[in-house]
């Protein structure tokens, strides 16, 4: 697979080093303090921003979109794959890896990079996300999460200090602070209120227990669910303590809140962080909404819906997404995309991939493959745009193709916060 | 059915060619080479590496690609089954389907049974003049006229005629019928080769021969098959009917008496072999393309090979390891080490451990498989080219003999 990517890190830095790097100690903070990440803004237009996020193991370009490596591993795709397809930084779930095989033998391996021999920039959660999707094994308490393990029905406590001690171990260049998530669509305020400052009590506990600062980066996360006022507040609390945050997560989306909400809580939260810091939204993988948080200002997204939905045989195309596994699909000698350079847009016609998805591993791989190397593309196209000062025609290029009928009142008016007029 | 292309410039293609290199003095193992018009050419002895749907089952073709060695690939015809018939219908031939580059083919070799998984003759009630076939779209009943134009719409380099096979329960009546029917396919393949429209001017005929457990029978379908061997669309013979649970004894019988009446200047071929013992049995009797299918089956259960694959003695560090790792066992948890030290393989040049492996099998993680058929692919190559360069030397009965000393030993 030969795929592009070169020239835009020509255009925009310093080549990436090529070799797995230790932390550079020489690292420096945008307060001077030491720390393990440098946040470059490239260029700017309205409130969009192209940045270098330097890491200790790469020099990661943002907007990105960050592929999901929940066991060590993104679906079946090599390391060499996953470069090929211009993939900066690959998240691991703390919670997984530590029921499989457990951090303390990702350490014997000497951390998570060198366990899955994955180079570049790797990202782990805290395992506070699975409070929510797993929220039937888990009981939530001041002190801290107690899980029932799925794969053995152990009951293990996932405390502030634990989920740091296991992150630790991992070694990702980035550490999330373990957060009370709430579903987004609970119904209590009360709950939203008592999980928005025990988010600042736990990341202040994270802050204490984090061992390797020189090294790995510590984000905190915005809570305070739909609610302006919480999240005022969560924003607030944490930004007092900004001069030893590297970067910000937005958390508490992507869990069914209608869109409306969702653009403003992004709204909300990238208009009051400091400007020179990373803003990561959590859970974020719909081309859309990363076209329209990336126009509010944040940085950096990550979902496993790009490799989930290839699984099931959906391709994303610039219109949208196709079903590979629909019967109209067979004799269609096309491409997914016509206009996608990736290497299984180059060979397979949707009728081959129409007979692979859905009964053979190798369909599940190569659509994978494309819908990766379509997510990385269309980063590298808004990163672009916005270096070359384009960017509003590219957002208004890109929503004419998913909405050739207009584009729906979310996103008009999300992007009309952000300064771009459909 | 549609010829693909210009008669004019179909011509101009030729049949594979098949040339033997070297014999052995003491064993029927040779070594040769096969060359097409396309460009692909393979060294013989070697292993096909076997493909669901013309692909490998988890290494993309770019993965492929990485592996040394591999030289060939068996497609199974009843693996392109749409609903209403066999794809291919019209459009692309079959590298141009499975994506497969001009640049550096790989040998394609095309059958109706599946080596992975046996798919022949499951529902009897298909009519004399057609056999059944399983597929992912129920049973279909083939006739030689649809295979053939498969053949000509895929455009592989070789293909097998077809044959009866069945497996050894049937009846003594049945037996002799699969004789008679795989004689007359042959016949009928050589008469639509013959008198090919230029569509299958650049397909190499395989006759099918159906081994039985009658040595006198073998003999005699291997001499009425040869006595085909004039053709020129006959570029080799397969010996079908094995790897149904016939006898080890009974095999070995059968490949040798059949590939003993076979002409020396045409290539063979035999699907069954199932280990590389089987697979050293089957060269020694004078086989060239087998099927690699123990690659499938030891990735598809988290095996790693690890038997010695090279001219010095074991691959594996250490006693005791066996002759495939079975990545799934727990005492590979905290185990460091690449699958096999010094191996040339992408899993293990690139330094994934056998507990990464170990911990993506747990985890059902599909990089699991890939990076195993890595290694196992790469691994048969290299037991393959160690083959050759013995038998080239000269020296193969004793290698064949050490080597299954030490494996039967282990």
């Not at chain 1, 400007?275 to 496993?304: N, Q």
């Not at chain 2, 040339?19 to 003491?26: A, Q």
Request: proline share 5%; with cysteine; aromatic share 8%.
């Amino acid at each position: 697979m030969g795929v592009a990517g070169e020239d835009e890190q020509k255009m925009v830095g310093p080549s990436p080093s090529k070799k797995m790097r230790r932390a550079d100690p020489g690292l420096r903070g945008a307060n001077g303090k030491a720390c393990a990440l440098e946040f470059n803004i490239l260029a700017r237009q309205g409130r969009a921003r192209a940045s270098v996020l330097r890491l200790p193991h790469y020099d990661c370009r943002t907007p990105m979109f960050m592929p999901v490596g929940t066991n060590g591993s993104v679906k079946g795709l090599t390391p060499q794959q996953l470069r090929e397809l211009d993939c900066h930084l690959v998240l691991g779930n703390t919670y997984h890896l530590e029921n499989r095989p457990g951090a303390d033998i990702v350490q014997e391996f000497g951390g998570l990079h060198e366990f899955s021999k994955w180079d570049r920039a790797m990202l782990t959660d805290s395992g506070g996300f699975q409070m929510v999707s797993l929220l039937h094994l888990a009981d939530i308490t001041e002190e801290g999460v107690s899980f029932q393990s799925p794969t053995n029905g152990q009951s293990m406590m996932l405390t502030p200090e634990h989920s740091m001690r296991i992150q630790n171990k991992l070694g990702a260049d980035i550490m999330m602070a373990l957060d009370d998530v709430v579903s987004s669509v609970n119904p209590s305020r009360e709950r939203f209120e008592e999980a928005t400052y025990r988010t600042t009590r736990w990341f202040d506990r994270c802050l204490s227990a984090h061992e390797r600062p020189g090294d790995q980066n510590l984000f905190p996360i915005v809570q305070g669910g739909l609610d302006r006022e919480l999240r005022a507040i969560s924003l607030r609390q944490l930004m007092e303590r900004d001069d030893r945050i590297p970067g910000y997560a937005i958390g508490g989306l992507a869990g069914g809140e209608d869109k409306e909400s969702f653009w403003n809580v992004v709204d909300w939260c990238t208009a009051a962080l400091p400007e020179d810091k990373p803003r990561y939204v959590m859970g974020i993988g719909y081309p859309v909404d990363i076209v329209v948080c990336s126009a509010l200002g944040a940085d950096m997204y990550d979902c496993v819906y790009p490799t989930r939905t290839a699984r099931f045989g959906t391709a994303l195309v610039p219109s949208g997404t196709i079903r590979l596994p629909q019967a109209v699909m067979e004799g269609d000698d096309r491409p997914i995309d016509e206009t996608c350079g990736c290497p299984v847009c180059k060979k397979y016609t949707r009728s081959m991939l129409h007979r692979l998805v859905g009964t053979d591993s190798h369909g599940a791989i190569l659509v994978s493959i494309h819908n990766v190397y379509y997510m990385q593309r269309l980063m590298r196209e808004i990163r672009e745009a916005i270096v070359q000062q384009k960017f509003p025609e590219y957002v208004r290029r890109f929503m004419a193709q998913q909405y050739p009928e207009g584009a729906p009142g979310w996103v008009v008016n999300a992007l009309k916060a952000a300064e771009i007029d459909l | 059915m549609a010829v693909p292309a210009e008669k004019a410039v179909i011509s101009s293609r030729r049949r594979p060619q098949f040339s033997l290199c070297k014999e052995d003095s003491k064993s029927g193992a040779r070594t040769g080479c096969i060359t097409t018009w396309r460009g692909a050419t393979a060294e013989t002895p070697f292993g096909l590496v076997v493909t669901r749907k013309g692909l490998p089952s988890y290494l993309t073709l770019d993965n492929l690609g990485k592996v040394n060695g591999v030289q060939g690939m068996h497609v199974c015809a009843s693996h392109f089954f749409g609903r209403d018939a066999l794809y291919p219908r019209e459009g692309g031939s079959l590298s141009e389907i499975i994506g497969q580059e001009d640049a550096s083919p790989l040998l394609v070799l095309c059958g109706l049974r599946d080596p992975a998984c046996y798919n022949l003759n499951l529902y009897p009630a298909a009519g004399r003049e057609k056999i059944s076939v399983d597929t992912e779209v129920g049973v279909k009943a083939v006739s030689q006229q649809d295979y053939i134009d498969f053949v000509r719409q895929a455009q592989p380099d070789l293909c097998l005629s077809l044959s009866d096979d069945v497996v050894g329960s049937h009846s003594k009546r049945r037996r002799e019928r699969a004789q008679q029917r795989t004689a007359a396919w042959l016949r009928d393949s050589v008469k639509c080769f013959g008198e090919s429209d230029g569509a299958l001017g650049s397909v190499g005929l395989i006759a099918s021969v159906l081994a039985t457990e009658d040595g006198e029978e073998n003999l005699r379908q291997a001499r009425s098959a040869e006595a085909l061997a004039s053709d020129p669309s006959v570029v080799g013979y397969a010996v079908m009917g094995l790897g149904l649970g016939e006898s080890e004894e009974c095999r070995k019988g059968a490949l040798q008496s059949i590939c003993g009446e076979l002409p020396r200047e045409k290539l063979r071929y035999t699907s069954g072999p199932n280990t590389p013992l089987e697979l050293i049995e089957a060269i020694e009797c004078g086989v060239d393309v087998l099927d690699a299918t123990f690659v499938n089956e030891l990735t598809a259960c988290g095996m790693a090979m690890a038997f010695p694959a090279d001219a010095e003695g074991p691959a594996v560090s250490g006693t005791g390891r066996g002759l495939n790792l079975n990545l799934w066992s727990e005492e590979f948890t905290h185990d460091q080490g690449v699958l096999v030290p010094g191996c040339g393989c992408y899993t293990c040049q690139n330094g994934f451990s056998r507990g990464y492996i170990h911990h993506l099998l747990q985890c059902r993680e599909l990089l699991a498989e890939v990076l195993l058929e890595f290694h196992n692919t790469h691994h048969m190559c290299r037991f393959m080219g160690t083959i050759r360069a013995k038998i080239d030397e000269g020296v193969f009965s004793e290698y064949a003999k050490s080597f299954r000393k030490l494996y039967i030993h282990q």
